[in-house]
Structures are given as C-alpha cells and as structure tokens.
C-alpha cells in the first residue's frame, strides 16, 4: 500500500473521529459532512486507481485452487496488542435476591475490557500468505486475500453475512478506554476501592455495593457517543440485503444508534438497551430512559414495586448470556456464506468459539490491529498460512484499524461513496437535535 493511500485512509480516520460529537451544531455537522465528503473522495479515487484492480475482472476467483498460490506472500503485519484482559471474577456471594445463572466461568466472561490505545493504530496492511505447495485454497486466483473476499460479495457468492464484533470497533467513537493511564475508566474508579478492577462487573459485588458501576454507566451509557464508520459499514451491509446477523460483545448500543435492525443485532453480552429489577420474585423491566435519568441524577435506580436494585441488562460475571444468542447462533452460522470478525481479541468464551461454527468451506475475514483466534489443532481457529493440510485454506487477515478497514474494503466494492454518506447523514441528524 503505498505512503499517499496510507495517509489519505489514516486521515480520513482521524477526521471521523475527531469530527463526531452529539454536542455538534447543524453548522458543524454540515462542515464535517463537506470535509468527510472531500477526504472519502481523495480515498476512493486512490483506492479506484490503485488497489481495485482484482474487481475488474468478473472471471477472478472462481472458487478453489487446487495448485495453491503464487502470488508472492508478503510479512505479516506486526502490531502492537491493544487488548488487556482479566478473566479473574469476584468469588464473594449473596443470597439477598440472588438469581444468578449457573453459567461457567467461561460463559460469563465478557469483553468489557475494553481496547487500551498503546499510540496509533498502526498502518492498514492486507496480510498475504505464501501458502504451502498444494495447499488448496478458497481465496486464490485474485491479487489479493481482500480483493478475494469482495469479489465473492460483488459476484453475488456471498449473500449471508455474518459479523462478529467487540471493542475495537467502538474506540474510536471516543468511548472512554479501561487500562489506559490516568485516562482509563479503572483509574478514576480508584476512590472505591475495588478489590480489583472487574469487580464492577461482578453480580455480587454490585448487589453490596452498586455505586462504582452507576459511575460507570454515567461515562458509558449510549446517547453520548456516534457509531464508527465499522458500525456504518455493517448498517450498509443490511441496507444491502447482506447482513444475517450481527453479533456483537459491546454493551454501547452503538448498532442501534448506527441504525441496524434491532432483528439483526445479537448483543451476546447484552446491553443498556434495557433494563430490569434484580429482585427473584420481580424482575419488573425499566427503560432505557428511565435508567438514563435515575443515573444523571446521581441516584442509585431502584424499583419502585420491590425496592430492590434495577440493574441495566448487561451480562455480569457470574450471569448467563442472553437466550437470544444461543436460540439464533446454531441456525446463523448454518446459513452463514461469509464471516467478517473485527475488533475483538477472541479470547472470551463462548463468543470466541463462534468463528468454529460456520461451514469448512465458508471464507472468514478477521480485521484487527493483531492476529487472533489462530490455533494448531485442525478444524479449530484461523489458518492465515494454510498451515493445516486436512482444511481448505479460506481465511483472510486486514491488520490494523477497523474504520480504515472498512473503508477499504467498502472501496474495493465500490461503496465509500455511501459509507461516507451514512455517517454525514447520521451526523447531520444529530446536529439538528
């Protein structure tokens, strides 16, 4: 890629994050469309001019290729981890309305971890294997991976598209981060003396004592932030008749915010989208709303038929996940024709384990700022090198940030026109408000 599409691509990033803000006036918001609107062109005639290449020709890609490749691989990208995790949860108990699931350990994790900027992204690289001699492969016989996976959408090849979700593709919506020093939500958490930083997301240390969570929540709750252009990509995706579902580990309800179908949405980890009381016998549900005004007040929410705490339907630790997700994941990954993963260190379970759950043969997209979810055991993970000779090589890498990625991605399918357009629109509206 080379140094002006680099840079055009990384502005056009810095200037959608920067721009995007609900406190925006209509003055702003029709300055940033004009500016978004003069970068995605520079981007897409760059992205036109040098990097489409592989969709003009309608014969590329035509399904396995039994020689292997012989395009030359280039390095993988090396990036820097931007995920910490802890799957340390609270082992302290409390009968007082309990009713919490008996789900695993590994069911209950969740990814509020969120993604901890170490410096900027870094460039967007398309990772090309050279794959071993033989290896048959899903994605040959075009220039590149990427130029493979859109081929597949554009010719009609991909028309189930399943998305999988985390942080990273909400961090540069301006979301305040956990870890990062003096800046991160954990460190000005420190005035309630945690006994470790998860234990916010502890079902029992919030029934004891739920005021670090609410402080939390005032930070985080939806309404303050606008989604990313990955948020908009995948509202494209459906506008297009593409998206089967999108899962997604974040709490932000950005997806809504973006637009998307509340049908296509799976929030595997749940969200703020609604709310109930924590009482056994009651569980009366609250709004969204409502829960907004209790916290912006500064006040602990409690329901007013059993007085017990009203608790946002986020999956703590010590919590099952939403129904949802288990009723619709076995029929979605069955029907599933194309995988696109962004934002997301694969390590919390059983989200992780859903990339296992589509078809040998379907390609499967991973954009993020490292390689995750590989593993050794055949059958099990991403194989980015075909290094597995009993599986068709079919997995495509895009290191670096989710937003330039979809751009890209979005260019080569001759869509950043309206991908830009989505999220000017979305912006104007905010600054009517």
Same mark, same amino acid.
């Given at each position: 890629?080379?140094?002006?599409?680099?840079?055009? %691509?990384?502005?056009?990033?810095?200037?959608?994050?920067?721009?995007?803000?609900?406190?925006?006036?209509?003055?702003?918001?029709?300055?940033?469309?004009?500016?978004?609107?003069?970068?995605?062109?520079?981007?897409?005639?760059?992205?036109?001019?040098?990097?489409?290449? &592989?969709?003009?020709?309608?014969?590329?890609?035509?399904?396995?290729?039994?020689?292997?490749?012989?395009?030359?691989?280039?390095?993988?990208?090396?990036?820097?981890?931007?995920?910490?995790?802890?799957?340390?949860?609270?082992?302290?108990?409390?009968?007082?309305?309990?009713?919490?699931?008996?789900?695993?350990?590994?069911?209950?994790?969740?990814?509020?971890?969120?993604?901890?900027?170490?410096?900027?992204?870094?460039?967007?690289?398309?990772?090309?294997?050279?794959?071993?001699?033989?290896?048959?492969?899903?994605?040959?016989?075009?220039?590149?991976?990427?130029?493979?996976?859109?081929?597949?959408?554009?010719?009609?090849?991909?028309?189930?598209?399943?998305?999988?979700?985390?942080?990273?593709?909400?961090?540069?919506?301006?979301?305040?981060?956990?870890?990062?020093?003096?800046?991160?939500?954990?460190?000005?958490?420190?005035?309630?003396?945690?006994?470790?930083?998860?234990?916010?997301?502890?079902?029992?240390?919030?029934?004891?004592?739920?005021?670090?969570?609410?402080?939390?929540?005032?930070?985080?709750?939806?309404?303050?932030?606008?989604?990313?252009?990955?948020?908009?990509?995948?509202?494209?995706?459906?506008?297009?008749?593409?998206?089967?579902?999108?899962?997604?580990?974040?709490?932000?309800?950005?997806?809504?915010?973006?637009?998307?179908?509340?049908?296509? %949405?799976?929030?595997?980890?749940?969200?703020?989208?609604?709310?109930?009381?924590?009482?056994?016998?009651?569980?009366?549900?609250?709004?969204?709303?409502?829960?907004?005004?209790?916290?912006?007040?500064?006040?602990?929410?409690?329901?007013?038929?059993?007085?017990?705490?009203?608790?946002? &339907?986020?999956?703590?630790?010590?919590?099952?996940?939403?129904?949802?997700?288990?009723?619709?994941?076995?029929?979605?990954?069955?029907?599933?024709?194309?995988?696109?993963?962004?934002?997301?260190?694969?390590?919390?379970?059983?989200?992780?384990?859903?990339?296992?759950?589509?078809?040998?043969?379907?390609?499967?997209?991973?954009?993020?700022?490292?390689?995750?979810?590989?593993?050794?055991?055949?059958?099990?993970?991403?194989?980015?090198?075909?290094?597995?000779?009993?599986?068709?090589?079919?997995?495509?890498?895009?290191?670096?940030?989710?937003?330039?990625?979809?751009?890209?991605?979005?260019?080569?399918?001759?869509?950043?026109?309206?991908?830009?357009?989505?999220?000017?629109?979305?912006?104007?509206?905010?600054?009517?408000?």
């Amino acid at each position: 890629m080379s140094q002006e599409e680099e840079a055009a %691509i990384a502005g056009l990033a810095e200037l959608l994050d920067a721009a995007l803000t609900l406190a925006g006036t209509r003055a702003n918001a029709d300055a940033i469309g004009a500016s978004i609107e003069s970068r995605d062109a520079q981007v897409a005639s760059i992205i036109s001019n040098n990097e489409d290449r &592989d969709l003009d020709t309608e014969t590329s890609c035509t399904g396995i290729d039994a020689g292997g490749s012989s395009r030359d691989a280039g390095p993988a990208a090396t990036v820097p981890s931007i995920y910490s995790y802890s799957s340390s949860s609270s082992g302290e108990s409390d009968d007082e309305d309990s009713y919490a699931a008996s789900a695993s350990s590994s069911d209950s994790e969740a990814d509020y971890a969120r993604a901890a900027w170490q410096g900027p992204p870094p460039p967007l690289k398309v990772y090309e294997p050279l794959l071993p001699v033989g290896a048959k492969t899903l994605l040959g016989n075009c220039e590149s991976t990427l130029g493979a996976i859109a081929n597949m959408v554009a010719q009609g090849k991909a028309r189930r598209i399943v998305v999988m979700a985390g942080a990273g593709i909400s961090t540069d919506a301006g979301i305040p981060d956990f870890r990062s020093p003096n800046t991160g939500l954990y460190d000005n958490l420190q005035q309630f003396n945690l006994p470790h930083p998860e234990a916010i997301f502890s079902i029992d240390y919030f029934r004891r004592n739920p005021k670090p969570f609410y402080v939390l929540a005032k930070e985080l709750y939806p309404g303050q932030y606008v989604p990313t252009q990955s948020h908009f990509f995948v509202k494209l995706l459906a506008q297009k008749g593409l998206l089967l579902r999108h899962y997604t580990q974040n709490i932000d309800c950005l997806e809504r915010a973006a637009g998307i179908d509340p049908e296509l %949405i799976v929030e595997a980890h749940g969200s703020f989208h609604t709310a109930h009381c924590i009482g056994r016998k009651c569980r009366k549900e609250y709004s969204q709303d409502w829960v907004r005004e209790q916290i912006f007040l500064d006040a602990i929410p409690r329901c007013d038929k059993c007085g017990s705490l009203v608790k946002p &339907d986020i999956t703590f630790f010590g919590e099952g996940l939403p129904a949802r997700f288990f009723e619709l994941l076995a029929q979605d990954f069955d029907e599933c024709d194309l995988l696109i993963v962004m934002g997301t260190s694969l390590l919390v379970q059983p989200f992780a384990s859903l990339i296992d759950k589509v078809g040998p043969l379907v390609p499967r997209l991973l954009i993020n700022r490292e390689r995750v979810g590989e593993a050794k055991v055949p059958g099990l993970g991403f194989d980015f090198d075909g290094c597995n000779a009993q599986t068709i090589h079919r997995d495509a890498f895009v290191a670096g940030d989710s937003d330039e990625a979809c751009a890209l991605l979005a260019g080569r399918l001759g869509w950043l026109e309206e991908l830009a357009g989505l999220r000017k629109m979305h912006v104007a509206m905010q600054g009517e408000k």
